[in-house]
């Protein structure tokens, strides 16, 4: 396929006087746009729609909701208060613009500034992060030049290889451990910044009591005020690492491609644009055939919360219900609150399995796979062009 590629630019090129770097970059320009285009298109229509039908529901609940905030601030004139709230459509987790105008407000609770102390762990963590990248090609280099010593019998310099190589693994695995302390030091942060929001808010006009005895809307309001918020910090904070040293791979292995394909005589772009459509196709892929994980995390941390609150009501209400002898009915609310966690437990196991195994397919052996091809690529370019050159001298 890349031959014949090839074949069709260098005729392209005669044909119209345009060189080929100029026209193989302008190919790769115009697949690149109209392959964003068809991804990105759906995604825009889905959220125009969803903005219209959220303008509409706006319009016609707003009456209501202010007279139920009219009806929370006289603190419930009648005499138990009993409304009963509003079913509303439940929206779907994932990722969509909700999402991250959401994400986008939290993180700047979290970080509230460049000057701040999360910037400057932030700072720590990229640095850090490309310290790592280098360290890595670094010590394949050095593996690669002990291989090469022991084949060439070569004593001292295996010796020396392997002084080297055990010289660069004190600051590497220094550098791992940073890493993680940093990703540590991250989440704590984030989460000072969010509980110290969260409970400012929680505790000023009057909010527990609307939340526990008033509004029902939000239940196990603990729950979301400890573990979810711990949860959310070390996400974001596991989140930036993971997406920032693969990102930098990916640079620095496409840099390292079109160099030696250069050097080797062979087209540069070929090769990384093989690999951003494979890629893009398999995350597409994933995308596709993925569960809805935002919605198993949230229904999780609600049967969580849901068990952490039976718990809790027997703390509170042990005297009661030693009196009346209700320990039998708490034992059997305490039983189906931890019953529906463990069922929606193993829900999530069963359909992270065929997952995972079809994520491990695509991520080590298709593209382990494709890594070999776009390597060996100026290589066979390389094997196939020098019989054609003699074919063309003789």
């Not at 959220?54 to 208060?81: G, H, L, P, Q």
């Not at 932030?122 to 090609?137: K, Q």
């Not at 039983?335 to 695509?362: D, G």
Request: charged fraction near 20%.
């Amino acid at each position: 396929m890349s031959s014949v590629f090839s074949k069709l630019i260098n005729k392209t090129s005669e044909t119209c006087g345009i060189r080929q770097e100029t026209l193989t970059r302008g190919v790769v320009g115009i697949v690149t746009t109209l392959y964003l285009l068809k991804l990105t298109y759906p995604h825009i229509v889905r959220v125009k729609r969803k903005l219209e039908t959220n303008n509409n529901d706006s319009t016609s609940t707003s009456n209501n909701n202010k007279t139920k905030e009219n009806e929370v601030d006289n603190k419930c004139k009648n005499s138990k208060c009993c409304t009963k709230p509003t079913k509303n459509k439940q929206s779907n987790a994932g990722l969509d613009k909700a999402f991250l105008r959401q994400l986008i407000q939290l993180l700047r609770i979290m970080v509230p500034g460049w000057r701040s102390k999360e910037a400057g762990l932030l700072t720590c963590a990229t640095i850090t992060l490309l310290a790592r990248t280098f360290l890595s090609v670094y010590v394949a280099t050095l593996e690669g030049q002990i291989v090469k010593r022991i084949v060439l019998k070569d004593v001292r310099g295996f010796f020396l290889m392997l002084a080297r190589w055990f010289a660069i693994a004190f600051p590497a695995t220094f550098v791992n451990s940073a890493i993680r302390y940093l990703e540590g030091r991250l989440a704590l942060s984030f989460r000072e910044r969010l509980v110290q929001y969260a409970y400012k808010m929680y505790l000023s006009q009057q909010t527990y009591y609307r939340v526990s005895a008033l509004d029902n809307r939000l239940g196990g309001a603990e729950q979301r005020l400890t573990d979810d918020l711990s949860e959310l910090a070390s996400s974001v904070a596991h989140l930036y690492s993971s997406l920032t040293k693969p990102l930098l791979d990916c640079a620095l292995v496409g840099i390292a491609l079109m160099s030696f394909s250069s050097r080797m005589g062979a087209r540069t772009v070929p090769g990384p644009l093989l690999a951003a459509v494979v890629i893009a196709v398999t995350g597409q892929v994933l995308r596709l055939t993925s569960p809805r994980f935002g919605h198993l995390v949230a229904e999780e941390a609600s049967r969580r919360g849901r068990l952490r609150e039976a718990h809790a009501r027997i703390s509170a209400h042990a005297e009661e219900i030693a009196f009346y002898g209700g320990h039998n009915t708490e034992h059997r609310y305490l039983s189906t609150a931890y019953r529906s966690l463990t069922v929606h437990l193993r829900k999530v196991l069963a359909m992270k399995l065929w997952y995972i195994m079809l994520e491990q397919f695509l991520m080590k052996y298709v593209w382990s796979g494709t890594g070999l091809l776009v390597i060996a690529m100026p290589l066979l370019y390389t094997t196939i062009k020098s019989p054609n050159n003699r074919d063309s001298d003789g």
